[in-house]
Nanobody, 117 residues
Framework: QVQLVESGGGLVQAGGSLKLSCAASGSPFSANEMTWYRQAPGKQRELVATITNYGRTNYADSVKGRFTISRDGPKNTMYLQMNSLKPEDTAVYYC???????????WGQGTQVTVSS
């Protein structure tokens, strides 16, 4: 059973920083792709940033230059360094991992990020 656990969320003032972590357990295989999503109240879940097992990254336009995604591949651990936070970054942030050899698409339970103005 693969499990993903996010941590690092909280309340921060606009302009501040937070670092989210996502730890995946229960898989002997490295995730092909790990992604951060977020969902604000009343809005659809949206992709924030993705990183592949080759280290290739992709970001939503809204976070480019402010957020940095990274991972420790062998440990299936992923991070999201969030700088220059804005009130519009307020959302529940979810971790996702795709492990193709297991035909798996796994989600964490989410961590709340609240940015006050």
């Amino acid at each position: 059973q693969v499990q993903l656990v996010e941590s690092g969320g909280g309340l921060v003032q606009a302009g501040g920083s937070l670092k989210l972590s996502c730890a995946a357990s229960g898989s002997p295989f490295s995730a092909n792709e790990m992604t951060w999503y977020r969902q604000a109240p009343g809005k659809q879940r949206e992709l924030v940033a993705t990183i592949t097992n080759y280290g290739r990254t992709n970001y939503a336009d809204s976070v480019k230059g402010r957020f940095t995604i990274s991972r420790d591949g062998p440990k299936n651990t992923m991070y999201l360094q969030m700088n220059s936070l804005k009130p519009e970054d307020t959302a529940v942030y979810y971790c996702n991992a795709k492990i193709r050899v297991m035909s798996g698409d796994y989600w964490g339970q989410g961590t709340q990020v609240t940015v006050s103005s």
